[in-house]
């Protein structure tokens, strides 16, 4: 039995067999996860074989997530959530994405925007993506020092419809944070708190560059643990037209 020293790869590969149907890819890695005693090959009586996680792979999912979470910071941690619960609601969601964007302050410029969070919506339809930024603060200072930089918050407004701020309860009130910014709190722990969506943004309709396309592309969007990465698939948005074939 290999020493239980698992590589991302074959953490990665068990969360994709716990989503999955369990079907054997018959490679090195399903090699490693068999040998270590992580999954177990089972044929029905029709002769099809299958992979299930047995205790010991879903022990060892178990302790990696909680690994992860210790290490996030807070603000990560924030993030996470808020990630999860958009793609939740019908999102797809990405960070640490860096884009360019158009600041007119006096002249129009470029700078680099970091949104903690940007999601658009799970359509096919342009008009109704509506690219949203989500900015975390965990702390007052780091609020406050985001409020004073106009550059910065021209910056997300001009890559999204809508910009939210996401804190904590106490961080701030929302008549702190102008008007045109929705604000969502959390009250309560990052892992079980509720988090809520206090104030809506304005919405401006806006369309993407195709710059920015080209980096979301080149991106990987978060992804959810708790649903089949392809939970939305053939699912409206909404707002979506709903297409019916003839005799469906």
């Given at each position: 039995m290999m020493a239980a020293a698992p590589r991302r790869a074959h953490l990665t590969r068990l969360m994709s067999i716990w989503r999955s149907a369990g079907w054997p890819s018959q490679d090195a890695i399903e090699i490693d996860l068999l040998a270590a005693e992580w999954v177990a090959l089972t044929t029905s009586d029709t002769g099809h074989q299958t992979l299930r996680l047995?205790?010991?792979g879903i022990k060892l999912l178990a302790a990696a997530r909680q690994s992860n979470q210790r290490s996030l910071s807070a603000h990560d941690r924030l993030a996470?959530?808020?990630a999860l619960q958009l793609i939740d609601g019908g999102r797809i969601v990405w960070r640490e994405l860096s884009l360019r964007a158009a600041v007119t302050t006096g002249e129009t410029t470029w700078r680099i925007a970091r949104p903690d969070v940007f999601s658009v919506r799970h359509t096919s339809v342009e008009d109704y993506l509506q690219p949203t930024v989500h900015e975390v603060k965990v702390s007052r200072a780091d609020l406050l020092s985001d409020l004073r930089h106009a550059a910065k918050r021209e910056s997300y407004q001009w890559l999204s419809c809508?910009?939210?701020y996401v804190?904590?309860?106490?961080?701030?009130?929302p008549h702190e944070i102008p008007?045109?910014?929705?604000?969502?709190t959390l009250d309560g722990s990052i892992e079980d708190g509720r988090l809520e969506l206090i104030r809506p943004a304005h919405h401006t309709p806006c369309k993407l560059p195709f710059a920015v396309w080209m980096a979301l592309a080149k991106a990987t969007p978060v992804q959810s643990d708790r649903e089949p990465a392809q939970r939305h698939l053939g699912e409206p948005a909404d707002g979506d037209p709903v297409v019916t074939m003839p005799g469906a």
């Open positions: 047995t205790d010991a996470q959530r808020l809508e910009t939210y804190l904590p309860v106490g961080i701030a009130e008007e045109v910014f929705g604000v969502w």
